[in-house]
């Protein structure tokens, strides 16, 4: 039951993202840079981010200012194990990953993420999420808490793709913070 309503909740968001038109979703992905950049992230804090699929908020110049204050910028890349995040600075050649991504290839190297930008399809006001409904990103999550680590989750997108609950299972991690080019939501 909660696996069809974060269906019927993700196709009501993703439809009103895909949406959007080309300008306004420019625009609305330099607000969210100029957002993203304004936090307080700790010097030399290493990052994931992600390059948009389809209709996605575009990270491209977010990433550049980041790796030129001195951030390590990972890009996730699905492996047999669930997700890694590789090492990504501005010109490097990238590869396509699959699903429509395109990532840093096999040599490049890994960092462990102290925050993570993270693509979601749908978000509400109590910092609930839903992807694209693979669970990679619950995953890399669990596993980086097992492993001692707790990165600052901050869900990125735009303002449309707001729902007024999103349907949580015990294994979705909250977001600690949501990013879209109207407001800065932050959770206890």
Not at 24 to 39: D, F, M, N
């Amino acid at each position: 039951m909660i696996a069809a309503e974060k269906a019927r909740v993700r196709k009501l968001a993703l439809g009103r993202r895909d949406g959007i038109d080309p300008v306004a979703r420019a625009e609305g992905s330099a607000a969210i840079s100029e957002a993203v950049l304004a936090l307080d992230l700790a010097p030399g804090a290493a990052i994931s981010a992600f390059l948009p699929i389809l209709s996605e908020v575009d990270l491209t110049e977010t990433i550049a200012r980041l790796d030129e204050r001195g951030h390590p910028v990972g890009l996730p890349v699905m492996v047999k194990s669930g997700l890694v995040f590789r090492r990504v600075r501005p010109g490097d050649a990238l590869v396509p990953l699959g699903f429509g991504t395109r990532g840093p290839g096999p040599d490049a190297p890994e960092i462990i993420p102290d925050v993570l930008l993270m693509p979601l399809t749908a978000f509400d006001r109590q910092g609930g999420r839903v992807g694209y409904g693979r669970g990679f990103y619950d995953r890399a999550v669990a596993d980086l808490r097992a492993a001692g680590r707790f990165p600052r989750l901050i869900g990125i997108a735009f303002s449309v793709q707001e729902v007024a609950a999103v349907p949580m299972e015990p294994h979705d991690a909250p977001l600690d913070m949501i990013v879209t080019e109207r407001n800065v939501f932050r959770f206890a």
